[in-house]
Nanobody
């Protein structure tokens, strides 16, 4: 499954961006999906996740400012009140829930670990100027 992100760009602090993630040719409705980001010199970190039921989870640093959502074809990340520290390459990731079951991993923990995901996009860059 190839994931393709779009929507990144350069904005001023306080402005908004909406990222999209598509999987051309695939229906991934049942997958667990997430947005990660990686700033230069830093580790990749989870930003938000959403399961097939639409249940969401957010990193503390973005809660209240970012909203993750999905439909039958795409996943989205609405980013409001952007800050300079939100500047990073943003990646979408996906995994079949059964993969976590077969691995015997803790679901609550797996959302936040990049190693828990099977499929990744190439990333889209977000630059926020203060």
């Amino acid at each position: 499954v190839q994931l393709v992100e779009s929507g990144g760009g350069s904005v001023q602090a306080g402005e908004s961006l909406r990222l999209s993630c598509a999987a051309p040719g695939y229906t991934y409705f049942s997958y667990n999906m997430a947005w990660f980001r990686q700033a230069p010199g830093k580790e990749r970190e989870a930003v938000a996740g959403i399961d097939s039921d639409g249940d969401t989870r957010y990193a503390v640093s973005v809660k209240g400012r970012f909203t993750i959502s999905r439909d039958s074809k795409k996943m989205y990340l609405q980013m409001d009140s952007l800050k300079s520290e939100d500047s990073a390459m943003y990646f979408c990731a996906a995994v079949e829930p059964m993969t976590w079951t077969l691995r015997g991993t803790d679901f609550a923990d797996s959302w936040w670990r990049s190693g828990g995901y099977s499929y990744w996009g190439q990333g889209t860059r977000v630059v926020v100027s203060s």
